[in-house]
């Protein structure tokens, strides 16, 4: 009995967001297994239109008065289609209240596909499928860390149709047939049957193969990691399809980044401690655990850029949390639509509870009459109630700070030439304005990072058909008195120095749309690039560096200044002073005593604290105070603006929540 009223229940309790499956399967007081209610709770809402002409026309519930309209809903769903019937024992009250007007029911039911012009009950059901919105191929990544693509076509796809494109693919939604077609744009993908299911396979089990929509897969194959690139980092890891798939595209290339002893390793960093378990176990399960070094808890914005094992890093993808409005209704229910009450009885109390916000043309879910909050759930599975557009605008503004503020660390990398910055959001807030404002950032502007342009991708993105929206991130509002509206680029936070992006620009920029036709969810990625000789400021410091690009250094661990080709500190002249000094008689000498910097004096040629200690970097190594830097890898004018940048970046970060 719990299954129709648990499942009614939450069909029509309001809404506190997450998706249908996140309601049924996070409810911990359900008596029914999960996947009956959410099984009878999506094909019930998916026919639920049709069931109310059928409810009301029959009279059911005013025959009836102890059903409700959403258990009469259930019941005569299980009773006209379900292949068991209703889910009760015999003489159970309710389906003996229901199946007392089984001829009646049916006969509704009969009129109702008749006035949809269906001339059987398969076409009805196609036609209610139709309904259901865009079909999705299921993506199959092979993972070639464990198999070939030949392998899982001679095996796990036995018996499929391989066929030439994606319309064929689309097109075997709901046949006998199963078929396949090799990906033209991502190597090692391959678009399935709609709704086949290989989650009981071996290839499946054994991590040979990986669910993974086409768009996700364009940052790591984008990024094209090379043995030139050395170290790699993913930044925003969880749950590890991307780090699992740079693990892939680096694995037949992996070797040793130029002048280290160990091979090329790819970083992982997951905030979640959580969400890094989940990540751990993708890893180890695709066998990427050798490539992959986990940073599990580890907060990517706090990770030092010139910390020594980050040296070598040449790649980062970024792909951070993003409002996840590419992928909302992923595996949402239709509608559930309930008959109206016949009288002010009890049952006029239940009202249809709208899961789903409408979307206006600008992509901002509206608040409706029966629900005036909007809930947005992002990528992460985290859901925010917003009273308004308003708020949900404001929700926007803060991911896309937190987004820039990712890309801007990653820009800090010494030795970092590339780097994908994805999202799986549909608003240009978080994609175009984004990549605006990182290009016009002072750090990308210092160390000359430039958009990757359309020609220099790898082949499948370059030929990739859907660039970026030059209007999208381009917002009228109203101008003067007379009403002339005017226009202003979205994501400035009220910031005046973030150019347009160029034509060539928005050519490099990489969109995917949910229900074009082309079977994947909404996604943005961009690839930025900066040649190592490139930019007006020397990312490598002010010193001199060997073949390797590490500094050179005396016996006492002095560096030499390029600018000069003196060293930072000459000890010897130092002490020559001192000793003239001590020969006039001087009572405080220069510097007290060069064995121990660290003594309590107030001289010295390195910044000391207000205690009077001396201030080091975080290698050790002391701070100059002339400006000539601190005696490590990192210029003083690095620091200084990087300094800058990070005040800027508290300024319009104020924190984000996920
Ligand atoms: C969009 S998801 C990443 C999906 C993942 N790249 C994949 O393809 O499987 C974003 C992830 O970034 C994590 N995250 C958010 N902020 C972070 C930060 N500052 N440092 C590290 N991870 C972060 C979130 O916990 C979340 O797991």
């Known amino acids: 009995m719990s299954l129709y009223y648990e499942t009614a229940a939450i069909l029509t309790r309001p809404s506190t967001g997450g998706s249908l499956k996140t309601r049924i399967y996070g409810n911990k007081s359900l008596k029914s297994p999960p996947a009956q209610v959410y099984a009878l709770a999506f094909e019930s809402s998916k026919w639920s239109a049709i069931l109310k002409e059928v409810v009301e026309n029959s009279q059911l519930l005013q025959h009836e008065r102890k059903l409700t309209p959403a258990v009469a809903i259930l019941l005569v769903h299980d009773l006209l289609l379900a292949k068991k019937g209703i889910s009760l024992p015999p003489s159970h009250g309710l389906r003996v209240a229901v199946e007392r007007h089984k001829a009646r029911l049916q006969a509704e039911f ?35 860390i464990k198999t070939t693509v030949d392998d899982q076509l001679a095996t796990t796809f036995r018996g499929f149709e391989v066929v030439p494109g994606i319309d064929e693919v689309i097109a075997s939604a709901g046949m006998e047939k199963k078929v396949l077609c090799l990906d033209p744009h991502v190597p090692n993908l391959l678009a399935v049957s709609p709704g086949v299911d290989l989650t009981k396979t071996d290839a499946y089990k054994a991590g040979e193969i990986i669910l993974q929509d086409k768009a996700s897969c364009f940052p790591a194959y984008l990024l094209d990691p090379r043995t030139e690139d050395g170290d790699i980092i993913d930044a925003c890891s969880a749950p590890g399809n991307k780090t699992t798939h740079l693990a892939a595209v680096l694995h037949p290339r992996r070797g040793f980044a130029a002048g280290q002893k160990r091979k090329q390793r790819i970083f992982a960093f997951e905030k979640d401690p959580e969400r890094a378990k989940t990540l751990e176990k993708m890893v180890a399960m695709a066998g990427a655990d050798r490539d992959v070094v986990i940073r599990g808890g580890q907060d990517f914005l706090k990770v030092d850029p010139y910390a020594p094992e980050y040296a070598h890093v040449g790649a980062l993808l970024l792909d951070p949390s993003c409002s996840g409005t590419g992928i909302v209704g992923r595996d949402d229910a239709p509608e559930f639509h309930l008959p109206s009450v016949p009288s002010q009885g009890k049952n006029a109390k239940s009202n249809p509870k709208k899961r789903k916000h409408q979307t206006t043309a600008s992509g901002f879910p509206q608040p409706s009459s029966s629900n005036p909050n909007i809930t947005v759930a992002d990528d992460n599975g985290n859901t925010t109630v917003l009273s308004s557009p308003a708020t949900f605008k404001a929700r926007l503004a803060s991911l896309a700070a937190f987004q820039l503020a990712i890309i801007q660390h990653a820009m800090k990398f010494p030795a970092a030439t590339k780097i994908t910055y994805s999202t799986c959001s549909i608003h240009a807030a978080e994609n175009e304005a984004v990549v605006a404002a990182a290009v016009s950032s002072p750090i990308a502007r210092a160390r000359g990072w430039r958009v990757l342009r359309r020609e220099e991708m790898v082949r499948g993105m370059k030929e990739w058909p859907v660039r970026g929206d030059k209007d999208a991130y381009i917002e009228e509002v109203e101008g003067n008195e007379r009403g002339e509206k005017r226009v202003k680029q979205i994501g400035t936070g009220g910031k005046k120095d973030i150019r347009r992006l160029t034509d060539e620009e928005i050519e490099a920029c990489i969109r995917t749309v949910r229900g074009d036709g082309k079977g994947t969810m ?57 000793e003239e000094e001590e020969d006039d008689g001087e009572e405080e000498p220069m510097i007290k005593s060069l064995s121990n910097p660290d003594d309590d004096d107030g001289e010295g040629p390195f910044l000391r604290d207000e205690h009077g200690r001396i201030v080091r970097g975080q290698d050790g190594m002391p701070v100059l105070k002339q400006g000539a830097g601190r005696g490590n890898d990192d210029g003083g004018r690095e620091d200084d603006e990087d300094d800058k940048d990070d005040e800027e970046e508290e300024d319009e970060w104020d924190g984000f929540d996920d």
């Open 110 to 144: 009969t009129k109702a596909r008749i006035r949809r012009k269906c001339p059987t009950l398969d076409a009805l059901k196609a036609a209610v499928e139709a309904q259901l919105g865009p079909v999705h191929p299921r993506w199959v990544r092979v993972n070639v």
């Open 522 to 578: 909404g996604f943005f990625v961009a690839c930025f690039v900066r040649d190592r000789d490139s930019g007006d400021n020397d990312d490598d410091g002010p010193y001199l560096r060997d073949e390797n690009g590490r500094i050179i250094r005396d016996e006492n661990g002095i560096p030499t200044l390029k600018a000069t080709g003196q060293k930072a500190v000459d000890f010897e002249a130092l002490r020559r002073a001192r």
